[in-house]
């Protein structure tokens, strides 16, 4: 059974900064690319920002130049900082990783639980 684990979410005021970690654990024969979506109440789920398992990186407009995503391959873990937060950052963020088990032929995608990530003073 192949998990991802989210933690690192929490409250931050305006300007802040937060980080985000995902791990993925049990039976992995490979990773491919990862990411975090995050949704707020009453808005569709939505990309923040995703890396391949080369290193290659896409991120919203919106957090452009505040977010910065990084993945550790060997440890199967994908960050997320956040800087100069913003209340409209309030969200729930969402790991998100395709990922191919030994018993398997194809990647599954495969999504953490959620972590509360709340930017208010």
């Known amino acids: 059974q192949v998990q991802l684990v989210e933690s690192g979410g929490g409250l931050v005021q305006p300007g802040g900064s937060l980080g985000l970690s995902c791990s993925a654990s049990g039976s992995i024969f490979s990773i491919n690319a990862m990411g975090w979506y995050r949704q707020a109440p009453g808005k569709e789920r939505e990309l923040v920002a995703s890396i391949t398992s080369g290193g290659n990186t896409n991120y919203a407009d919106s957090v452009k130049g505040r977010f910065a995503i990084s993945r550790d391959n060997a440890k199967n873990t994908v960050l997320l900082q956040m800087n100069s937060l913003k209340p409209e950052d309030t969200a729930v963020y969402y790991c998100?990783?395709?990922?191919?088990?030994?018993?398997?032929?194809?990647?599954?995608?495969?999504w953490g639980q959620g972590t509360q990530v709340t930017v208010s003073s």
């Open positions: 998100n990783a395709q990922i191919k088990g030994y018993s398997s032929y194809v990647y599954r995608n495969t």
